[in-house]
């Protein structure tokens, strides 16, 4: 029913991923995706806007129903409305919500998103940062886990675990049975988990398992339509809190960040509703395609590329050191006019790189083709097969 193949003008100077660099570059860095927002959150939005009167409203309500009734059609679990607090946005959450204990640091793991990262500092907390283990599959390609030695060692003077699951930027989808035995080490050594699960509806052939399914007792989970609906633009989100004397405490650092706004709510409301699930599961089936064609392009263009298997997320992680001497970034921001994301942001190397494959396959296939060309044409490379 929907078309991802469209081409649409995207070019705008206030576009942080189109306005940010010349016309000439592609842009597949910040995590935005380009294609039009879902339809039923711009109709959701049209309809408001007719009614011209913007005053303190209860939009929150409404869209407390509609979250609530989003975890059972999607995931089978009951949430009752007052396990719900709504937020101004993910990124505030995970810097307001590093304050849940006096320690001065939070745990997390890299590779992990930069946002993640950096936000507790701005509560000036510090991230102790355990890196995961790296394993080649038998397909050849990377996969990543938990380094429980390692994050043993590095919890102490730590109080909260932060995890993003789906893991951005390898597309990583924990199983039930890593969150387990993640809630296992949390309650040993008396962490918090906060649980970041924005991506979670995008995802191919897995199945997404709510943190706070697992550990009801102890967590915090965050979610929000910002990716999945592609409308970081409009910001909000919600934590899941079934634990009321934690669910106080967030609610009281909650309060901190002020309330998302009337037509975030609409948006938001729009988004977690079955108006929007027919099209997120045709965005799923391209996106799906994608992850394919990218994967089967990169090993036959760069057969000493390491990657990772991508199971969620429209990010790919590619670790590009047997092709490109120094910062992998640079040099194809240069000499291949893509611009990506550094590895080093998300405590990668410099390279790797993170390449954002939600955009229709012809810009794909473009970047692609250049990165090749830029590649091929030399300018300090290694060769393909050369060590690293
Ligand atoms: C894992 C993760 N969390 C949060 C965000 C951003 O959330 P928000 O826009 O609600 O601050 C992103 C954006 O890329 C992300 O990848």
């Known amino acids: 029913m929907y078309d991802f193949d469209k081409t649409i003008e995207l070019w705008d100077p206030l576009s942080h991923k189109w306005g940010s660099f010349p016309e000439d570059v592609i842009p597949m860095f910040v995590a935005v995706m380009d294609f039009e927002a879902t339809p039923a959150v711009c109709d959701a939005l049209n309809t408001r806007l007719k009614n011209r009167v913007f005053g303190y409203e209860r939009a929150g309500d409404q869209f407390l129903d509609t979250a609530s009734g989003w975890f059972k059609r999607v995931y089978g679990l009951d949430v009752p409305r007052d396990w719900l607090l709504p937020l101004t946005g993910i990124v505030p959450a995970l810097a307001a919500l590093a304050n849940l204990t006096p320690h001065a640091a939070v745990l997390t793991n890299t590779p992990n998103y930069v946002g993640l990262l950096r936000a507790p500092e701005y509560a000036g907390k510090k991230v102790i940062r355990s ?12 996969r990543y886990r938990l380094d429980y030695d390692d994050l043993k060692r590095r919890a102490a003077g730590t109080g909260v675990f932060y995890l993003t699951n789906p893991l951005n930027p390898v597309g990583k989808v924990f199983e039930r049975s890593e969150l387990e035995e993640l809630s296992r080490f949390a309650n040993e050594e008396r962490l918090i988990v906060l649980s970041d699960e924005i991506h979670c509806e995008l995802i191919y052939g897995k199945r997404h398992i709510p943190y706070f399914d697992v550990d009801p007792d102890n967590s ?41 706004g009337t037509l975030e709510y ?6 977690f509703s079955a108006k929007s699930d027919e099209w997120k599961r045709e965005l799923n089936d391209y996106l799906a395609a994608n992850r394919d064609y990218l994967e089967s392009e990169l090993r036959r263009r760069f057969p000493d590329a390491d990657f990772p298997h991508t199971d969620a997320t429209y990010l ?22 893509v611009e990506l994301t550094d590895g ?7 390279e790797h790189v993170r390449l954002n494959f939600g955009c229709p396959r012809f810009r794909l296939a473009e970047a692609l083709d250049r990165i090749e060309n830029a590649i091929n044409s030399g300018g300090g490379l290694r060769r393909t097969g050369a060590a690293p």
């Open 131 to 142: 890196p995961l283990i790296t394993e080649r599959a038998p397909d050849g390609l990377l």
């Open 220 to 260: 915090i989970a965050l979610y929000a339509a910002g990716k999945i609906c592609n409308i970081a633009g409009l910001p909000h989100a919600f934590a899941v809190v079934p634990n009321p004397e934690l669910r106080e405490r967030v609610r009281r650092i909650a309060l901190t960040m002020g309330h998302p």
């Open 266 to 271: 609409v948006a938001a409301e729009a988004a």
């Open 316 to 337: 790919q992680w590619i670790d590009f050191g047997r092709y490109i001497d120094g910062g992998a970034k640079q040099f194809l921001r240069e000499h291949a006019k």
């Open 344 to 350: 080093v942001s998300f405590g990668g190397a410099e």
